[in-house]
């Protein structure tokens, strides 16, 4: 049993041997040893490129980054929106460690070869490398806390032995785990040197910081909407009472606590929103549709080179030639992997800054082009209409089934697949205009965009207004301004507190960030800031981290929603689908005009539809189960759960194979 635990425990020891190009002459991997690896300047190189390719995100699924939010719908949703069909199981993927212990062995053998003087090179660039290391382990354990909340807390690799693996267990209140995040930050920071790499493809200082940003932000936000729940320490009934008994924070409360974090957020913000305020690429509102039209704005996203675009801080780079490829611009001409909602389009702000409910504008939604019409000018640059090119660029170069260069209606609304138009409105963010860069799929070579500055003015804003509560603290207003100058409002819109001023919230509520515990805000600049950060960061996989930790699921235990795109009924778009079957039944491919004139993408076929009175939500889904079978490992008799080293997280049980409990 002791050698079963040793296999499979989670905290394995099982070591990644890195190897690129550079190295084909030297010994096999598997050959590789500490003691003949880890010692120039080039290993520790390598051994920092490993992790660009196993821990930050890349554009396997960049179109669904947002999906199953109320910013972007699938054509079917995940489990977690039914109270039944999320279960408990013996394994959970995301409890993965492999990573971290990677790192921990990488970082240790790395330190300790250059303190002993037997890792050649330059020092400067050695300590770079080490601190991308700090970094990994950083974003690999807030990946792990975003999922688990409480988590343990290792640094070192261990040895072999049973009960010291038992022990490392041991889970740590969740906002300790986010100050050691921080932690490992700070020393990234300190290793790694500044303007080391101009093209902004490699970690740097910059980032460091904005990440710390938005871990901060995360964890602020986090005490201070679940206070007196079990998601925080010493909340009522927080499993880790026991556990982690006579716990207190080290600032003295959890007030305090949450204050602490939204000044290390506001602190690290500052600095990068400082640097780059003045970079941030302007949209003039150009789509564009032929050779020598070009907008800056949309090339942030559609391009294979972002060298150029100071305020990305880090992106990665494919290559036809090398193998890394993507499916980006399929995604963006062919079937967009999901649609914007109707909540999504209806939030955007007219073109005059003022919410369409009290705009000097009309707003209207009877078809495609006119809800772009007089809105935010990132909505119209980011929605796709009927008739716009999508491809202009080496149209006769190549040949492939996978593009689209006239943007039809939607028609494949009513194919019962993924991946086709989900909600009517359909996503243009990350198009190149290039078929050469869409010859089949899965051979792009556009960018993915991982940090760039503009989220450091969007988290310092929130961040200092969680302080203050006044929307003209510090640089709130400053960069709230800059954000709107560089998504194209002109003259008095850029202003945002004539919006402030103009928002109705019961009006909003669609808006899922409208919501926190389960009650509207009653704060209009909060409200707006919120909106802000949706309305810019849509696509770029933080949607799903705000509303968790701005606790905005609540309001779907008791009010399930119904997901809505595009006003197809009783509107012209209506004779785009004289073959539609709207009965509910098996062959139905469009949901029924009585339930609504906007289409729901999940209420098309009612038969055995777990999603036909909408999503809902249970507390418990706010934090995955830890997997069963590490209750088993880590307690004496290794079949008593109650008795190991973990507890589970609120509201889910110990048993396989059943849903969470409130």
């Known amino acids: ?210 990440f710390k940003s938005r871990v901060a932000l995360y964890m602020g936000s986090w005490l201070t909407n679940f206070v007196g729940t079990p998601f925080v320490p010493n909340g009522e009934g927080w499993p880790g009472a026991e556990k982690n008994a006579g716990y207190t924070y080290s600032t003295g409360s959890i007030d305090a606590e949450a204050k602490w974090f939204f000044e290390q957020s506001v602190a690290a913000a500052e600095i990068v929103a400082e640097k780059y305020k003045s970079t941030l690429s302007i949209n003039n509102g150009i789509i564009p549709q032929a050779e020598g039209e070009s907008n800056p704005y949309l090339e942030i996203w559609g391009t294979t080179d972002c060298s150029n675009k100071p305020e990305v801080l880090l992106w990665r780079e494919y290559s036809i030639a090398l193998r890394l490829v993507n499916n980006v611009e399929v995604a963006a001409q062919y079937n967009n992997y999901g649609g914007y909602t109707r909540s999504m389009v209806e939030g955007y702000l007219m073109a005059d800054g003022l919410p369409h409910y009290a705009s000097g504008y009309t707003y209207d939604d009877t078809t495609i082009e006119k809800v772009a019409t007089n809105r935010d000018p990132r909505l119209y640059v980011f929605l796709k209409k009927p008739g716009d090119i999508n491809c202009f660029k080496n149209t ?25 138009y989900v909600s009517g409105y359909t996503i243009r963010k990350g198009m190149t205009f290039d078929r050469s860069n869409c010859r089949n799929r899965g051979n792009g070579e556009n960018v993915c965009v991982v940090f760039r500055a503009t989220e450091a003015l969007l988290n310092y804003m929130e961040a200092q207004y969680m302080l203050t509560k006044d929307v003209n603290s510090g640089k709130i207003m400053e960069y709230w301004k800059k954000i709107r100058e560089a998504a194209g409002f002109i003259g008095e819109a850029q202003n945002p507190q004539i919006a402030i001023n103009a928002t109705d919230i019961s009006k909003e509520a669609a808006d899922w960030g409208a919501w926190t515990a389960g009650r509207l805000l009653t704060d209009n600049a909060l409200y707006n800031i919120r909106r802000e950060r949706r309305c810019e960061m849509l696509s770029e996989k933080l949607r799903d981290f705000d509303l968790k930790r701005w606790r905005s699921f609540d309001q779907l235990i008791s009010n399930p929603v119904h997901v809505e795109g595009f006003r197809v009924w009783n509107t012209p778009m209506a004779e785009w689908y004289p073959d539609a079957v709207t009965d509910g039944g098996i062959n139905a491919n469009m949901s029924s005009p009585e339930l609504s004139d906007y289409y729901r993408p999940h209420e098309v076929n009612m038969v055995n539809n777990s999603f036909s009175d909408g999503l809902t939500w249970r507390m418990a889904h706010y934090l995955d189960p830890l997997p069963l079978k590490q209750f088993l490992l880590t307690s004496p008799d290794y079949a008593s759960a109650d008795q190991s080293t973990l507890y589970q997280n609120p509201y889910w049980p110990t048993t396989s194979g059943v849903p969470a409990t409130e």
């Not at 889970?171 to 093209?199: Q, S």
């Open 396 to 420: 006769g170069d190549v040949a492939g089934t996978h593009w689209t260069e006239i943007e039809p209606v939607p028609a494949m609304i009513t194919a019962v697949i993924e991946g086709t």
């Open 1 to 210: 049993m002791k050698l079963y635990k040793s296999i499979i425990f989670m905290l394995s020891l099982s070591v990644a041997i890195v190897s690129c190009s550079d190295f084909l002459e030297q010994e096999p991997p598997s050959a590789l040893t500490p003691e003949s690896f880890y010692t120039t300047e080039g290993q520790a190189q390598a051994v920092a490129n490993q992790f660009y390719q196993d821990v930050l995100p890349g554009h396997d699924s960049f179109y669904s980054y947002d999906n199953d939010t109320d910013v972007q719908a699938n054509k079917t949703p995940n489990n977690r929106f039914d109270n039944s069909r999320w279960l408990t199981g013996q394994d959970n993927d995301n409890w993965s460690w492999g990573n971290i212990r990677n790192l921990n062995f990488m970082i240790e053998r790395l330190e300790t070869n250059l303190e002993n003087g037997t890792l050649t090179g330059s020092e400067v660039n050695i300590k770079h490398y080490i601190g991308e290391l700090y970094f990994f382990r950083a974003y690999e354990y807030f990946e792990m806390l975003l999922k688990f909340g409480d988590m343990p807390i290792v640094k070192e690799v261990l040895p072999d032995e049973e009960s010291i693996l038992v022990a490392a267990n041991h889970r740590e209140p969740c906002n300790e785990v986010a100050r050691f995040i921080i932690e490992d930050l700070n020393t990234a920071y300190t290793n790694m040197k500044e303007n080391f790499e101009g093209r902004h493809t490699r970690i740097s200082r910059d980032v460091a910081q904005l």
